[in-house]
């Protein structure tokens, strides 16, 4: 990974709200809506995270219907979390109809 694609990355990283998203999507893909409870954000702002996470790569959506999935891209964005030491223990999938 060259220097700018690795500021990107960081950038993109640079929030404790991306974060957590990033931790939550660690565990396999999730709807935007399983997202929103899990973050304690507003939806509109777990949205705009998600847009600047895509933005920047570090994500990838699909729509399902009505529903947005999310699920983490970048393997440079998953080995930056195991370096930091943030995995999915202790988080908890929620599995709801959105």
């Known amino acids: 990974m060259d220097r700018k694609s690795a500021s990107r ?4 990283m640079g929030d404790e709200s ?4 990033i931790q939550l999507l660690l565990g396999g893909e999730q709807c935007a809506c399983a997202l929103v409870p899990s ?15 895509e933005n920047f790569g570090v994500v990838k959506s699909r ?3 009505v529903n947005i999935w999310y699920k983490i891209k970048s393997e440079h964005a998953k ?3 195991v370096e930091l030491g943030v995995n999915t ?5 929620r599995s709801l109809q959105c």
């Open 63 to 65: 729509r399902d219907g």
């Open 18 to 21: 991306r974060l957590r998203i």
């Open 79 to 81: 080995r930056i979390m």
């Open 39 to 53: 973050t304690g954000k507003a939806q509109p702002t777990v949205s705009r995270h998600l847009k600047i996470l």
């Open 9 to 12: 990355l960081l950038k993109a």
């Open 89 to 93: 223990a202790g988080v908890r999938r």
